[in-house]
Structures are given as structure tokens and as C-alpha cells.
């Protein structure tokens, strides 16, 4: 959404909508009336692993696995930073909600769209649930480097026995994921991350790995963080079982599974690396 914090400091064209702040309006008050009388899940969490730039997020969600997701992939405060929790930006949820774009402004049923002013995300329309993710990435992409002078990263990060820290960069599905699991190496995480004075820090609590002829003979530590808390999505099974057939991708290519990054064996916590010796590649 523009707005004044965005508006001469956004690179708005193709990809970066504007939305206006009336419209952004009228879609919140709509989709708070579609979450009346509903059940939904509420989730607290924080981004970035570095104490100095964490932004805490409460995430409100129509479906208990979209709640799920959004455990796995932020980072999750104590049971003594709960009590007193409050949040910094707040993620509407809904994918039941389609929007009318006659009434709501949108180009079609589904949207994310971002309000810096109010500090808050709606999606809607649709049920990937990396849109929670990305709205958050999207967040830090705008607040770290303009505000705080910290390079946000898309990339997968993770620590050699010496010390050293690299970084992979890559488009989704080139393998960062599968790069920062290496078993010799220990995981900071596996997609976004910030690049400040200090070193390089996760903003994330998770990993999203695409599942696209997975087995546990190729990526045995992705494969074997496929347990209880898991979320598989856009898989299929073979037919007449409850075993998933990783290499059917009928439905998308863009199969994917949320989980801990502690369901790694070798992931570090805290989720940063403040002596800073970068390898890229």
C-alpha cells in the first residue's frame, strides 16, 4: 500500500502495486467482518535472531495449519516473553476470503498487501502459506536497508568448523536450502537473512524446503526433518496410500515442507554468526 512512508521511497511499477490507503481500508473492515463467528488461530512470533533489529508478530490465521506455518517458520519467543508480548506488526490471514475487486480495490480474489502506516499485512484468496513469510520478508527488505543499514539477504546461510560463515545465494528452487544442510556444516538457516555491522543473522526460526523429488538418500537431513510439526504442502501421494510420492508434482512444482530449524541436527542457536568471515559463492 502507499502511503507516506512508501510513496517517494518505493520502487512502485509491475511488481511493487500501488494500493490505496481508502481501498486498504475498506478490504481490512471486510475481512474483519469475514472473520466474525469464526474459529481462528492466533500466533505471537519475531523476526531476525540479531536482539537488535527483532520485530515481534502476531499472526492471525483461519486455519490451524497456516497457524502452524507461521511456528515453524518465525522465530518463537519464551514462555516468560509471552506473558508480556506485544507485537510490532500484525498478519491478517484468510484464504476463504476472496475479494471482489469491484468493491475491494484488488486486481483479482487474491492479495497481500502491506501496510507500513499501521504496520500490518492482509492476505487473502489464497492458501500458500509463504505469502506469511514473504510479507515479512518484504517488511525487512524496506526497513533494514533504508532504516537501519542493514543488507537483507536472500540466501541461505551456515558455519564451518573454522568459523567461517558463507552465504548462498540463488533463485527459489537452485538449491540454498540444500547447500546450508550440509552435515559437515552448522545450519544459520535457509533463506533470508541480514548482513549487519555485527554479522550475518537469520530472520527466520525455520526452513521452507522445496520437496521436489526429495528422498533420504539426496537430502537425508531435509528428508529426515519430515516429522510431527512438519507442514507439507502441494504434495500428492501415491494412489490409495498416505505415502507421499515425491516426484508427482501434478498439482505445482512448488511442493514444499515448513519445519523447526532445529529439526536440523547440526542447526545453531542462536540463529546468528557474529564473528564474520564470508565465503559466497
Avoid at 540454498?176 to 552448522?186: E, I, V
Avoid at 550475518?200 to 528428508?223: H, M, R, T, W
Wanted: include cysteine; proline fraction near 4%; aromatic fraction near 12%.
Amino acid at each position: 500500500m502507499v502511503d507516506d512512508n512508501t510513496k517517494d521511497s518505493v520502487w512502485w511499477g509491475d511488481v511493487n502495486n500501488r494500493f490505496d490507503k481508502d481501498k486498504f481500508e475498506v478490504l481490512h473492515k471486510r475481512m474483519l467482518k469475514y472473520f466474525e463467528g469464526k474459529n481462528f488461530w492466533v500466533r505471537d512470533s519475531y523476526a531476525c535472531a540479531d536482539p537488535k533489529y527483532r520485530i515481534n508478530i502476531r499472526v492471525v490465521t483461519e486455519t490451524p495449519w497456516s497457524n502452524l506455518f507461521a511456528n515453524n517458520l518465525f522465530l518463537r519467543p519464551t514462555q516468560d516473553e509471552i506473558k508480556t508480548f506485544k507485537h510490532d506488526w500484525l498478519i491478517l490471514n484468510a484464504p476463504g476470503y476472496k475479494a471482489d475487486p469491484t468493491i475491494d480495490g484488488t486486481r483479482q480474489h487474491n492479495f497481500a498487501i502491506i501496510d507500513f502506516t499501521r504496520k500490518m499485512i492482509l492476505i487473502g484468496g489464497t492458501a500458500y502459506t509463504g505469502e506469511i513469510k514473504k510479507g515479512i520478508f518484504a517488511v525487512l527488505n524496506y526497513i533494514l536497508p533504508h532504516e537501519k543499514k542493514v543488507l537483507s539477504m536472500h540466501c541461505s546461510a551456515n558455519i564451518g568448523k573454522a568459523g567461517d560463515t558463507a552465504i548462498f545465494f540463488g533463485l527459489s528452487g537452485t538449491g540454498k536450502t540444500t547447500l546450508s544442510a550440509d552435515p559437515n556444516r552448522k545450519l544459520i538457516g535457509d533463506d533470508e537473512h541480514g548482513w549487519s555491522d555485527n554479522g550475518v543473522f537469520n530472520f527466520e526460526g525455520g526452513c521452507y524446503a522445496k520437496c521436489v523429488d526429495l528422498s533420504a538418500e539426496k537430502e537425508p537431513q531435509i528428508f529426515g526433518a519430515i516429522k510431527a510439526g512438519s507442514l507439507l504442502e502441494n504434495i500428492n501421494f501415491y494412489e490409495g496410500t498416505k505415502t507421499v510420492d515425491y516426484t508427482n508434482i501434478k498439482k505445482t512444482e512448488n511442493t514444499r515442507v515448513s519445519y523447526p530449524a532445529h529439526y536440523i541436527d547440526n542447526a545453531v542457536t542462536p540463529q546468528l554468526e557474529i564473528f564474520l568471515k564470508i565465503f559466497s559463492f
